[in-house]
């Protein structure tokens, strides 16, 4: 019976582990399927991480185990010192170092990336920075290409293999967060504040973004597409945009300003020059804002 | 003068909808079973005299732990509300609005929280500091029951808005700005989310103080610091994170209180506010907190560990150590739960390597509970399963942590349901794990009678299958790209299945919660097999197993010396001599003074909420009368003679 048992737990671990196995290889593990420079970084450094974590807690749990099995009261074979309660300074004194040594190297290794996957930081490349600021309003996102002077909601295309540089910020919005999982991690928006991120995209695809940040009623459908084509599919798609009946004035910003959910993708043909930098500035003022 | 009697309460207010109705009348339907019991008994006076107004901690100690117990059930119900949504919400709405599901997953955190886990470890401590530390009561034993009550009122806030209002925060448990300020949450929810939190927060700040004070203070003689239990030490340390992270977490809310009241722009987007200092202020409270909620469990599986392992505990110094050092280092890493605010990458970085600093005591003091075990005889009762238990996910949990840790990794996992998964396997390994292994541990403490082993063990393992089934599949969710707090999401995503895993997984954990109600009942039935005659049934090493179970209400007849670490242990192998000579004890007599306090407070907390000026002023008033009147009582104690003592004594090693 107790044979039984164990071979029944061992059967669990090794389901559970092949069920998070393939559950990490399909398509919806976004994490696990990078397609931008950024992510992939991201995910090889939590691969790292767990690999060295891993080289201290399997001893340690397979310590746990053993030695809970060997000195179980029922094994009389097994030493018995009730008294045992050091191996005097050096032998704890190990149990520090050997953590430590995981630790500081981890640390070293976290040092580096940070400053490495800094989304301040621009990402090299010998093809010319595409600039994209974005807004996040209640609830929907809005993006704003001010050398192309055109501007998308909830929608936003970028050619790929090109460095992308996002400057965020929110507006009549609360705190929210802009997370584009297959291209790289999480930065908030904040009314007021910019804050700056930096991806490339490997290749063609469609991804999806969503707000990350609890800001009320329509978080959960705070969602949009991020496309990235190739250079003359994004130069069809900027003459396209130029197209559309609507342009981004002080009025139809207002609009956009109210609250609403599910807003449709809209393209806007013109972008009020500095709008970006107003959305920003209207903050630091000290009257009631004006727009 | 609708608006002077009642403030901003209207008719729209009262409960209306099918969860308001049905809160408002299951309170009321367990308030009048209550009246009716009490009636039908005969037992008001009883319950008044000899529980209410108590100020002996064990007493004051089972009044926490069933407060909690009941307060678990509201989290446990709002876990179940979240996960049947989240089931079924995949390119529908589910049967919840958005708002409801987000004032149900703040709800959660919060009970859960302030009122379940902070409750029961408040309890645990009520019993076992004093008897561990040979004392026969706390420092400030007025202190402490006017702690608890404002708890309670605390616990009573925080359920009133079924009645009044139907709505509670939808801000998530922190309430950040300006989210939860006036611009994004004109209505009641966050005033409740307040009131409720600074009464049961400044409950957990005078429990605090008063644990301090007692473990400094009142130690039997001999007892030096380096000599105290390890759960005193932990517990010490989790009162020195409740002293100073408690007034933070009081000032933070009362600022954002004269955001809301006096619309102030201290955290909100305008007028030069700064929301990113809520932030900073809530988790700088934040952080120490979740270290209050796990030393004491650690302390606990310390106990335990060596308790069943026959066996002194395995570096002592290294142990408190390493508590000193979490204590310390909790303070030092808030930055870590906002990385993708942009703070920049020096920052980051520092506050990176600070929290990983702390696996380092961590892994120390894991490693001294395994060879605790080394060179023993270990005994598998079931609180050595809670520990192995613990271990095993304490561990995993602590991996994830450890990747939370570092800000390019938590780029992608912040916000979303990895971290979901990470915080709940840490608080449900070490707080929920260790307060039961502490509680299968002590229980005989408590009753004079063990609880049944086999469905203790039982209800292990649904809990720990449970945990598996529940929180695996989170973890995974979050590499699927899940944020957390999603009251629906499409289809297309896949996630779905392991939603419903997940809410398999709770339905395992319920199993194992009704195991452990069916076993107290089943233990009770038979514990006229299962009695303590001892006092020390687990061959104990501590001071509370030299008296018997349960204790007396002066816990010692003579107040132990002590020489050695492992008092009582050490006690018994150099022979017990049976006491003779007793003295007069002195105790402190009941008082019904922390009740009324805490009613005026509950009235304040209730009347801000509202914006009711008057009753306010009442509250505040009444506070204040309750507190000169108190200050002006001097006969506050009684002895018992030593006579009497004898007497109680002698009856008891009768049997």
């Known amino acids: ?291 | 003068m609708s608006n002077f009697l009642f403030g901003r309460m209207t008719r729209e207010d009262l409960p209306h909808v099918w969860y308001t109705i049905g809160g408002t009348a299951t309170i009321i339907c367990m308030c009048i079973a209550i009246a009716v019991f009490l009636t039908r008994t005969k037992r008001w006076g009883w319950l008044w005299r000899e529980w209410l107004t108590s100020t002996d901690p064990k007493k004051i100690g089972v009044m926490y732990t069933i407060a909690s117990a009941v307060m678990f059930f509201r989290g446990l119900i709002d876990a179940g509300m979240l996960w049947l949504q989240q089931s079924m919400a995949a390119d529908s709405q589910g049967y919840l609005t958005a708002g409801h599901f987000q004032e149900i997953f703040t709800a959660h955190g919060d009970i859960m929280v302030f009122f379940v886990v902070m409750g029961f470890f408040f309890g645990l401590m009520n019993w076992f500091v004093p008897l561990q530390i040979g004392a026969r009561d706390l420092a400030y034993p007025f202190l402490n029951s006017l702690g608890f009550w404002l708890y309670v009122a605390g616990a009573a806030l925080i359920n009133m808005f079924f009645i009044f209002g139907g709505h509670f925060a939808d801000t998530g448990w922190l309430a950040p700005t300006p989210l939860s300020g006036l611009e994004f949450n004109p209505g009641v929810g966050v005033d409740y989310w307040i009131w409720s939190l600074q009464l049961s927060g400044l409950g957990s700040l005078l429990a605090g103080i008063n644990f301090m004070v007692t473990i400094i203070k009142k130690r039997a003689p001999g007892m030096t610091l380096m000599k105290m239990p390890l759960f005193v030490w932990t517990t010490l340390c989790s009162t020195v994170l409740i002293i100073t992270a408690f007034p933070v977490l009081t000032a933070t809310m009362f600022l954002l209180w004269l955001d809301r009241f006096f619309d102030m722009h201290i955290f909100t987007s305008t007028f030069g506010g700064n929301q990113m200092m809520y932030f900073n202020l809530i988790w700088m409270w934040g952080h120490p907190e979740v270290y209050i909620l796990v030393l004491p469990g650690w302390g606990m599986f310390s106990e335990v560990v060596a308790a069943f392992s026959q066996k002194k505990i395995f570096g002592y110094v290294s142990m408190v150590w390493a508590a000193i050092i979490i204590t310390f280092l909790s303070f030092l890493v808030w930055l870590h739960h906002f990385y993708t605010m942009g703070p920049g990458a020096d920052v980051n970085s520092f506050f990176a390597i600070t929290t990983m600093l702390i696996a380092i005591p961590t892994g120390v003091q894991v490693f001294n509970w395994i060879l605790t075990m080394y060179k023993g005889k270990v005994i598998f009762e079931s609180p050595m399963y809670w520990f192995m238990g613990f271990v095993t996910i304490f561990t995993l949990g602590g991996m994830a942590g450890l990747l939370l840790g570092s800000p390019p990794a938590d780029f992608q996992v912040h916000n979303s349901l990895f971290l979901v998964a990470h915080f709940h396997t840490m608080v449900m390994g070490a707080a929920i794990f260790g307060s039961f292994a502490g509680y299968t541990y002590w229980f005989p403490k408590f009753t004079g009678f063990t609880l049944n082993e086999r469905l203790g063990k039982r209800a292990f393992w649904l809990w720990l299958i449970g945990f598996f089934v529940s929180f695996t599949p989170l973890y995974v969710l979050g590499f699927m790209g899940a944020t957390r707090r999603l009251d629906h999401y499409a289809a297309s995503t896949g996630w779905q299945p392991l939603f419903i895993t997940s809410t398999v997984g709770l339905v395992i954990i319920i199993c194992g919660i009704v195991t452990q109600i069916i076993q107290v009942i089943v233990s009770v039935r038979e514990k006229n097999q299962n009695r303590d005659t001892t006092g020390d049934p687990w061959n104990g090493r501590t001071l509370e197993w030299s008296t018997s179970s349960p204790p007396p209400f002066y816990n010692f007849a003579v107040i132990p010396t002590v020489t050695t670490r492992d008092a009582y242990w050490e006690m018994k192998k150099n022979g017990l001599k049976p006491e003779t000579q007793y003295a007069d004890i002195e105790l402190p007599k009941n008082t019904g003074m922390g009740i009324y306090i805490s009613a005026f407070a509950l009235l304040l907390g209730f009347a801000m909420v509202w914006y009711i000026i008057w009753l306010a002023v009442v509250g505040l008033v009444g506070i204040i009368i309750c507190i000169i009147l108190r200050s002006f009582d001097d006969d506050t104690e009684y002895v018992v003679p030593a006579a009497e003592v004898a007497r109680i004594e002698a009856s008891r090693t009768r049997g």
């Open chain 1, 1 to 291: 019976m107790k044979s039984i048992k164990f071979v029944l737990g061992i059967l669990a671990i090794l389901s559970l582990g092949f069920a998070v196995f393939f559950l990490l290889r399909s398509e919806n593990a976004l994490l696990t399927h990078p397609k931008g420079i950024i992510a992939r970084s991201e995910l090889e450094l939590i691969g790292t991480n767990y690999l060295l974590m891993l080289t201290v807690v399997v001893p340690t749990l397979i310590a746990l185990f053993w030695i809970a099995w060997k000195y179980r009261a029922k094994n009389t074979k097994a030493k018995f010192d009730p008294e045992h309660s050091s191996h005097g300074i050096f032998g704890e004194l190990i149990l520090w170092i050997i953590p430590s040594i995981v630790i500081a190297v981890m640390a070293f290794i976290t040092w580096h990336a940070t400053h490495e996957l800094d989304p301040y930081k621009p990402l090299k490349s010998d093809v010319k920075t595409l600039k994209i600021q974005v807004v996040a309003l209640d609830w929907k996102w809005l993006f704003i290409y001010p050398e192309e002077g055109i501007a998308s909601l909830n929608f936003v295309q970028f050619p790929d293999s090109t460095p992308i540089h996002f400057t965020l910020s929110a507006d009549g919005s609360p705190m929210n967060s802009f997370w584009l999982p297959q291209l790289s991690g999480q930065i908030y928006c904040m009314s007021g504040m910019i804050t700056p991120l930096h991806i490339m995209a490997d290749g063609p695809g469609e991804y999806t973004g969503r707000a990350a940040e609890i800001n009320g009623e329509g978080f959960a459908d705070m969602t949009f597409v991020a496309k990235s084509t190739t250079r003359s599919d994004f130069d069809d798609w900027v003459a396209f945009a130029k197209q559309a009946d609507l342009e981004l004035t002080d009025n139809n910003y207002k609009e956009l300003l109210k609250s609403s959910i599910n807003d449709p993708v809209t393209f806007y043909s013109h972008v009020e020059e500095g709008l970006f930098d107003k959305i920003v500035m209207k903050y630091m003022h000290p009257t009631p804002p004006a727009l």
